[in-house]
């Protein structure tokens, strides 16, 4: 049987996971707004572009501390 504890920590773990996936596709969505509005060169573009990536380096680093083999990130339709 599974203790109380190891319920929670699967349920903290699932809701971490995706408030980074919805976090992810607002990051995304604003970095591509600017890019088209400011070129993908603009410093303000490279800077959301940083953002993004560090968003997505906690994703994966949560994903490989669950253990599990993680299924492609799938946003807006496109795995990733």
Known sequence: ???????????????????LKAQIENLRMDLNESAMKNGLLSPVVLKKSVELDKVLNRYDFLCRMNRKVSKPLKIAGKKY
């Open 1 to 19: 049987m599974v203790s109380r504890k190891k319920k929670v920590a699967v349920v903290v773990k699932k809701w971490r996971t995706a408030r």
